[in-house]
T-cell receptor, first 113, second 111 residues
Framework: GAGVSQTPSNKVTEKGKYVELRCDPISGHTALYWYRQSLGQGPEFLIYFQGTGAADDSGLPNDRFFAVRPEGSVSTLKIQRTERGDSAVYLC???????????FGNGTRLTVT | EDKVVQSPLSLVVHEGDTVTLNCSYEVTNFRSLLWYKQEKKAPTFLFMLTSSGIEKKSGRLSSILDKKELFSILNITATQTGDSAVYLCAVTTSGTYKYIFGTGTRLKVLA
């Protein structure tokens, strides 16, 4: 595609529910990144993939967060037992290869009530 | 712990002014530094810097890196209202390709 696509653009869920956030990277980009951004803060690293494998998942805050990229293209970020503190904009980015500039999607705004 | 610090946190100027935004970093095994502009949603890429002292320029924007003093600056000359945005700095290190972002500088340009 022309750019990184994230769906949904907005998600409101109740505390304790499970959510999935989807990212469709730029075609041909091998690296895919997930970030979380709270109001007034810079993007906080969560995880990145090189191909199908998670190359660095050191930013995942706890075991409620999990991400997959089974075919090396689309990725899904999964959050179990959501908490109000998970409310943020979740940004996905892709790059041609590791170390090249990131291209961001418009994000998914997650609100946990 | 690796960290990236940006200053000032916010800035208000008038059209035509020149601004300088700062990004300092403390990381092990520095690889590169990137600047992004974030208006409403997706940050958009501006510059990538890997070598000290070499200025990158694009129109009214320019940036330079000092690897000895561990900082970079982003200059915007003849500012316009369309330059109003949050400017983010990010650093990558050897060993992992994750990008560590600063908090950003919020720039507002008044007409």
């Amino acid at each position: 595609g022309a750019g990184v696509s994230q769906t949904p653009s907005n998600k409101v869920t109740e505390k304790g529910k499970y959510v999935e956030l989807r990212c469709d990277p730029i075609s041909g980009h091998t690296a895919l990144y997930w970030y979380r951004q709270s109001l007034g803060q810079g993007p906080e690293f969560l995880i990145y993939f090189q191909g199908t494998g998670a190359a660095d998942d050191s930013g995942l805050p706890n075991d409620r967060f999990f991400a997959v990229r089974p075919e090396g293209s689309v990725s899904t970020l999964k959050i179990q037992r959501t908490e109000r503190g998970d409310s943020a904009v979740y940004l996905c980015a892709s790059s041609w290869e590791e170390g090249s500039p990131l291209h961001f999607g418009n994000g998914t705004r997650l609100t946990v009530t | 712990e690796d960290k990236v610090v940006q200053s000032p946190l916010s800035l208000v100027v008038h059209e035509g002014d020149t601004v300088t935004l700062n990004c300092s970093y403390e990381v092990t095994n520095f690889r590169s530094l990137l600047w992004y502009k974030q208006e409403k949603k997706a940050p958009t890429f501006l510059f990538m810097l890997t070598s000290s002292g070499i200025e990158k320029k694009s129109g009214r924007l320019s940036s330079i890196l000092d690897k000895k003093e561990l900082f970079s600056i982003l200059n915007i000359t003849a500012t316009q209202t369309g330059d109003s945005a949050v400017y983010l700095c990010a650093v990558t290190t050897s060993g992992t390709y994750k990008y560590i972002f600063g908090t950003g500088t919020r720039l507002k340009v008044l007409a």
